[in-house]
Nanobody
Framework: QVQVVESGGGLVQPGGSLRLSCAAS?????MGWYRQAPGKQRELVAV??????????NYADSVKGRFTLSRDTAKNTVYLQMDSLKPEDTAVYYC???????????WGQGTQVTVSS
């Protein structure tokens, strides 16, 4: 069992910044963030994963150049720095972690990000 603990989120004006953090209780294979806006499906935002050619980070096209995913491997933690936020970034953001031991998927409880003036 992997515990996934999120922090961050809140209300910010358009053009502002927020930082999300997610910590896993055990070593992970991949870790990142998804989001779900009202009436829409959950979508990938940014995810770090290990691959045969080394670690990689994938971003949704809609956040490239604005969001940055970083990680602290020793702490099993990832950080999502969100800059130049837009109203369409408003959603519940969920941390996702895939365990390195059994490749099971775990989700955080979700944190609300609201971009509004």
């Amino acid at each position: 069992q992997v515990q996934v603990v999120e922090s961050g989120g809140g209300l910010v004006q358009p053009g502002g910044s927020l930082r999300l953090s997610c910590a896993a209780s055990r070593t992970i294979f991949s870790m990142g963030w998804y989001r779900q806006a009202p009436g829409k499906q959950r979508e990938l935002v940014a995810v770090f994963s290990r691959g045969n050619s080394g670690p990689s980070i994938n971003y949704a096209d809609s956040v490239k150049g604005r969001f940055t995913l970083s990680r602290d491997t020793a702490k099993n933690t990832v950080y999502l720095q969100m800059d130049s936020l837009k109203p369409e970034d408003t959603a519940v953001y969920y941390c996702n972690a895939v365990s390195a031991s059994d490749f099971k998927t775990y989700w955080g409880q979700g944190t609300q990000v609201t971009v509004s003036s």
